[in-house]
């Protein structure tokens, strides 16, 4: 026998309870620094109309272009690209990929700066940028230490010189396989992927920086437009 | 909105920014990011096609103890002796000084001590030789090192290493080598004539070398037992082991895999940190880091890693706070790529 549900809605928590819930608060916080137009805007200001904008997105791609590549590798384990061609292939795509993600965050970069990207409270975003960068680089390191092959010998024979004089070499060994290709597959590419994650959620939330001497001519902007397409997306906010 | 911490908030430029109030174009993030994610794959399988990728094969120790079984004796007899590279290096490996470095008063690489403890003398010759359990007379040599003096066993050591140092010096220099080193060419041996005895050294080294040339160093180094500093056991017995370091450190201890490097550009001197085999573009994005080992003070710095390494760190550090840096953050408004990046919007509000 079933029992008919009630018509009657459910009885919820007090509201004072409501604002004690930790979860609660989470969302609140969450929903009003980034309202799903902000997170996901369907407009963007039309000073975003550059090549180098491309460049942003284009690292993003790489880094899942590396991220899926790498998965192969490592669903079959570390030694299968030396003897099949299929593995050699991935292997071939996974060392591309991330040629190219360096290049182009590189050229993102350089195109942030001439932005003067940090203005407007968007210090965090260059940071976060800055500091992908620079994780990125153990991150690729540890991949070619890894390899298990001439590069990968001489490569770690000769980095551990530069490891063991700062001392990280005491806990960073790059001639044990099995400590880097942990560091390879999970431990950096994890803290690369969580930097992004809060790069791309800071760009989200203070939107792209508007074009230098803008500051100037905004009042005589504001009276001649309005936003004009991006749906409930806030002024300034849209971009990537 | 970014006005909230623009001018005066937590990280805030000083340099605010006003929200747009302009006119908006349609954008559409996923389909722009799913596009990206295919041309970046396509560009990549492009190049795969076009160019693959490196993988020469790694040198290993019974090659080189059959091609260059002199050098190769010659390494072993100072991991013997305590006089090689590895033993001579420092922390993490001992509490040697021949590459410890410092900057003023950091010494990070005393600091942090002795890691990863490696005994030369057990761990490269003792302790593999154990494992050859099917040669009484090999054994009885063993027994009789270890049961020396630790000057006779120095005594022993020296006078097995002077004709190897003397004939790879002479090789070096591309003279004629001394003939109290002969290596048969059939078997792989090598034949060293002492001035003074050498006692069980050259029962020991012989074995050592018939040992790397079957193949069999490979796996001691990485699974059989291993001593700390003082002799105690450090690792006994393994069968699953992930940790190359003996193998790699013995390895660069001699000269095939530098002679290999060099034809690979890979020294240092080649700025080799940037590169891999074969013409691929390897680390680029190490350039700078290279670049300072090619420049005084540290290209003949005892210290020049730890130098470079500390160069590199404030450099990182400065990038990453290029916002705060009072005539780096304003370059950007005094050479004016960004007319160029924002044209089509300056454009715009010219012609209204």
């Known amino acids: 026998m079933s029992v008919a549900p009630s018509s009657e809605p459910a009885i919820g928590p007090a509201d004072r309870d ?4 930790w979860t609660v608060r989470l969302r609140k916080r969450w929903v009003a620094a980034l309202p799903p137009e902000r997170l996901l805007p369907d407009g963007q200001p039309t000073y975003v109309a550059s090549w180098i904008y491309v460049f942003g997105v284009a690292s993003i791609a790489s880094l899942i272009v590396i991220i899926g590549s790498g998965s192969i590798l490592a669903l079959k384990g570390p030694a299968w690209w030396h003897y099949t061609s299929l593995g050699h292939f991935f292997n071939s795509i996974h060392m591309w990929s991330v040629e190219l993600f360096f290049f182009v965050m590189v050229v993102h970069l350089w195109g942030k700066y001439w932005m003067a990207a940090w203005r407007g409270g968007r210090a965090r975003i260059w940071m976060s940028g800055a500091i992908i960068f620079l994780v990125a680089v153990p991150c690729a390191l540890t991949g070619y230490v890894s390899q298990q092959n001439f590069d990968s010998q001489w490569i770690s024979t000769q980095a551990k010189d530069a490891m063991n004089a700062t001392g990280i070499g005491a806990f960073f060994n790059v001639t044990n396989f099995g400590q880097m290709y942990s560091y390879h597959i999970l431990l950096l590419p994890l803290a690369v992927v969580a930097l992004v994650t809060g790069h791309v959620l800071l760009v989200r939330r203070h939107g792209v920086v508007p074009p230098l001497e803008l500051q100037q001519r905004v009042g005589a902007l504001a009276a001649v437009a309005e936003p004009s397409a991006g749906g409930e997306a806030s002024p300034g906010e849209a971009g990537s | 909105m970014s006005r909230s911490r623009g001018a005066v908030g937590w990280l805030g430029t000083g340099e605010d920014t006003q929200p747009w109030r302009g006119a908006y174009a349609p954008y559409d993030l996923i389909k722009e990011l799913t596009i990206a994610v295919g041309v970046i794959t396509l560009i990549a399988v492009i190049l795969t096609i076009l160019l693959s990728s490196p993988d020469e094969k790694p040198v290993t120790i019974a090659q080189w103890s059959k091609q260059g079984p002199v050098n190769f004796l010659a390494t072993a007899t100072q991991e013997l002796n305590g006089t090689s590279a590895t033993a001579e290096y420092g922390p993490p490996y001992n509490h040697s000084s021949a590459n410890v470095q410092h900057f003023w008063l950091l010494h990070p690489q005393r600091w942090l001590g002795v890691s990863h403890p490696i005994n030369t003398t057990y761990n490269y010759v003792v302790s593999p030789l154990r494992t050859v359990i099917a040669n009484p007379a090999l054994q009885a040599a063993v027994n009789e090192y270890e049961a020396a003096p630790a000057a006779q066993r120095k005594a022993w050591g020296e006078a097995y290493a002077k004709p190897l140092e003397e004939y790879e010096a002479a090789a070096g220099e591309h003279k004629t080598p001394p003939s109290s080193v002969s290596t048969d060419a059939a078997t792989g041996a090598v034949t060293v004539h002492t001035s003074s005895s050498a006692g069980p050294v050259p029962t020991m080294m012989a074995a050592l070398v018939s040992l790397a040339q079957s193949g069999g160093l490979e796996g001691t180094l990485l699974t059989g037992d291993t001593a700390n500093l003082d002799g105690t056991p450090l690792r006994s017995k393994q069968f699953y082991e992930t940790d190359y370091t003996l193998p790699l450190l013995f ?56 130098q470079v390494m500390l160069i590199m760190g404030v450099l990182s550090l400065l990038f990453v706070c290029i916002p705060f840096l009072p005539i780096i953050n304003r370059i950007p408004r005094w050479i004016p790529i960004y007319r160029l990046i924002w044209r089509e919007h300056y454009r715009s509000y010219v012609s209204s």
């Open chain 2, 251 to 306: 390895l660069a201890n001699g000269s095939m895999l530098e002679e290999k490097a060099e034809t690979e550009h890979l020294l240092g001197s080649q700025w080799g940190m940037m590169n891999e085999t074969g013409s691929y573009p390897g680390q680029a994005w190490l350039w700078l880091y290279t670049m300072w080992y090619q420049i005084e003070p540290m290209k003949s710095s005892p210290n020049a890693d730890l």
């Open chain 1, 18 to 21: 409501l604002d004690r819930s």
